[in-house]
């Protein structure tokens, strides 16, 4: 079991990296034994703020030096050097685009909503000389058309298209990264095909279960937020408040284009003024923006209603073993309120053996500095393990 709890920003003081003590303690290095009732296997980051540990063991200065040697910061911006549309059925055509080195390690990035499309600051937590990077919009959303479209559009639509993307760029395997409703997406593309995955990134864990849709959409989250709840509320008219989502569903689905629009801004600014610890306005004035908020709100909102497409309502953690042999990273805000940390904590439990992190000081957002610090290590980590592999 792997548990990190790791703050967004570090004081100036801090003089040394920070120290892990991990218990039990197995070889080949013998270190101090410390107990905690009731704790087993548990890894914990003290952070060193104002004075040296003289009497840290090298081992772990070792292993810690090679951990704060990572990068953690975004990339440079960098533009496509290849883009194209594929039509992947009689109806759907998506976008995608790839950057970074044509001959590098492929990693596809999966995009949340669903229906939030990709942008270019998403090439971002890969690094362009070592990472062959695809991004692609999925059905209805971003660039992909038609726009904002429900027909054929499931998730084991979604799950064929990266399959068929793949093949049509040739590639063998790759890695996958998703974040919130890319993070559904992950897990069920990769238990659908475990061997043309070579490794996971995972933020923001969403596994679309009952508990999880009705704490965002039915009033749970309104008891941290009230005041960004009131305007998606009071929408809806009192008779129609049993089911947030049907409503919703009903207005979304208008023949009336201005419905559709008014909706899909209240929808949209729910979840933009929910995804920060602290208010980004940037993200908030997404809401605004019609030709996104369609696409996002009316998506997202026909997945919802129909749970997933997903015969149960634990049906990803129930299929754990298919990836569990799969190196996977999992990065989660503690205080994220769009996706509960209950969800993250469920898959950790169900699948010990993936390095789970948790951000201290983070809600949902991967622009949350330290789940972005998390995030570009973890794809740093996977580097380093493919270009010793090559070795």
Not at 209 to 229: L, V
Request: glycine share 6%; hydrophobic share 35%; proline share 7%.
């Amino acid at each position: 079991m792997k548990l990190g709890f790791v703050p967004n920003t570090l004081p100036s003081s801090i003089s040394l990296p920070s120290l892990f003590f991990k218990l039990p303690i197995s070889p080949p290095f013998s270190r101090p034994q410390t107990t905690f009732a009731g704790r087993k296997n548990l890894v914990l980051r003290v952070q060193s703020v104002d004075r040296r540990i003289e009497s840290t063991p090298s081992c772990l200065m070792a292993s810690e030096k090679e951990f704060v040697e990572l990068n953690k910061n975004l990339y440079p911006q960098i533009e496509p050097y290849s883009t194209g549309f594929f039509k992947v059925s009689d109806l759907h055509t998506i976008y995608w685009e790839q950057s970074g080195n044509p001959s590098g390690h492929p990693v596809v990035f999966i995009h949340g909503g669903p229906g939030g499309g990709t942008s270019p600051s998403n090439r971002r937590f890969f690094d362009p000389d070592f990472y062959r990077i695809i991004l692609f919009d999925q059905r209805g959303a971003g660039k992909s058309t038609p726009h904002a479209c429900l027909e054929q559009n499931t998730t084991w639509d979604l799950i064929d298209d990266i399959e068929k993307l793949r093949e049509h760029l040739e590639i063998p395997e790759w890695q996958v990264f998703g974040g919130s409703w890319g993070s559904t997406l992950a897990l069920a593309y990769s238990q659908a095909h475990p061997d043309k995955v070579t490794g996971m990134v995972l933020r923001g864990i969403f596994l679309l279960r009952k508990k999880e849709i009705d704490w965002f959409y039915e009033g749970g989250a309104a008891a941290i937020f009230p005041d960004a709840w009131e305007p998606f509320r009071d929408l809806i008219p009192e008779g129609e408040r049993g089911c947030f989502v049907d409503a919703y569903k009903k207005r979304l689905n208008s023949d009336d284009i201005k419905t559709q629009y008014a909706a899909a801004r209240a929808w949209t600014r729910w979840e933009m003024m929910t995804a920060h610890l602290l208010p980004n306005e940037d993200n908030i004035k997404r809401g605004d923006d019609d030709n996104f908020s369609l696409a996002f709100a009316r998506i997202e909102n026909h997945y919802f209603v129909n749970k997933g497409f997903f015969p149960s309502d634990s049906f990803l953690l129930d299929r754990i073993d298919n990836i569990r042999h799969i190196n996977t990273t999992i990065v989660q805000g503690r205080y994220d309120v769009c996706c509960p940390m209950m969800s993250a904590w469920d898959l950790h439990k169900a699948w010990p053996e993936a390095d789970f992190r948790v951000v201290a000081d983070a809600g949902h957002s991967a622009n949350e500095p330290g789940i972005t610090a998390e995030l570009v290590v973890a794809n740093e980590k996977f580097k380093n393990i493919i270009k010793n592999k090559g070795d």
